[in-house]
């Protein structure tokens, strides 16, 4: 019997084949594209949710990607525009790589904002979901492209403020992560009867790199048209 090896089968990348960025990006959407069941997803959404396995290093995700087919079509026109990013916390707009927007677009958080914290107080909720009052507010949520990616009392918020009638956001990537309320937001999000494209991840999974990941995804051109482009 031949003895047990950890030599790698002919044709299999090994360490040496991985020693810069993009080799080991390729590599790593190889694995991802081997493992991961991607066939219900459009050509441009199955890039957005290769980037968020990656983010989450889990490909047991993807049946849980749950999206509308226009949302990639829809923030992408809207970031072309110049539409604002409005982010629940720091943690994903700072994830969000500026330079690939493509109008230069601002990218906002107030949650620091000591408004936000005297709203909260004044309407007996959390911060998160102050901000998104304050946002609408200030008239910054129409026509805007929303990412939520901790916080599922911002999502909960905005769903609500749909549900009065407010002008919408463009589209909406809402993948709140955790145990309390995170789960109930996202399958409300997709329950909704607002007409919004979205993207999110259900069940309890989620959280600011995997948003922060699809939107990355979202805002880059290069990125939905150029397959070599992995940094």
Not at 42 to 56: K, L, N, Q, S, T
Not at 181 to 201: F, I, M, N
Request: one cysteine or more; glycine letters at 10%; hydrophobic letters at 40%.
């Amino acid at each position: 019997m031949v003895p047990a090896t950890n030599d790698p089968e002919p044709g299999e990348p090994t360490t040496a084949d991985t020693k810069t960025g993009s080799d080991i990006y390729r590599e790593s959407f190889r694995i991802i594209r081997a493992e991961a069941d991607l066939s219900r997803f459009p050509d441009d959404v199955e890039r957005v949710a290769v980037r968020m396995i990656h983010a989450a290093g889990d490909p047991t995700i993807a049946p849980d990607i749950a999206f509308t087919p226009g949302i990639v079509g829809s923030c992408t026109a809207a970031l072309r525009a110049g539409a604002p990013i409005l982010c629940d916390s720091g943690m994903t707009a700072t994830g969000i790589i500026t330079s690939r927007l493509p109008a230069r677009n601002p990218v906002w958080c107030h949650i620091k904002d000591p408004r936000v914290a005297r709203l909260a107080a004044e309407l007996g909720g959390t911060k998160a979901s102050a901000e998104v009052d304050l946002w609408h507010r200030e008239g910054r949520i129409a026509g805007a492209v929303v990412a939520i990616g901790n916080a599922p009392t911002a999502l909960v918020r905005l769903l609500e403020l749909l549900d009065d009638g407010i002008e919408p956001p463009a589209g909406i990537i809402g993948i709140p992560v955790g145990f309390v309320g995170a789960a109930e937001s996202k399958q409300a999000l997709v329950d909704s009867a607002h007409g919004v494209d979205y993207l999110t991840l259900l069940g309890r999974r989620g959280g600011s790199a995997v948003t922060v990941a699809a939107v990355n995804a979202i805002a880059s051109t290069d990125e939905l048209t150029n397959t070599n482009r992995l940094d």
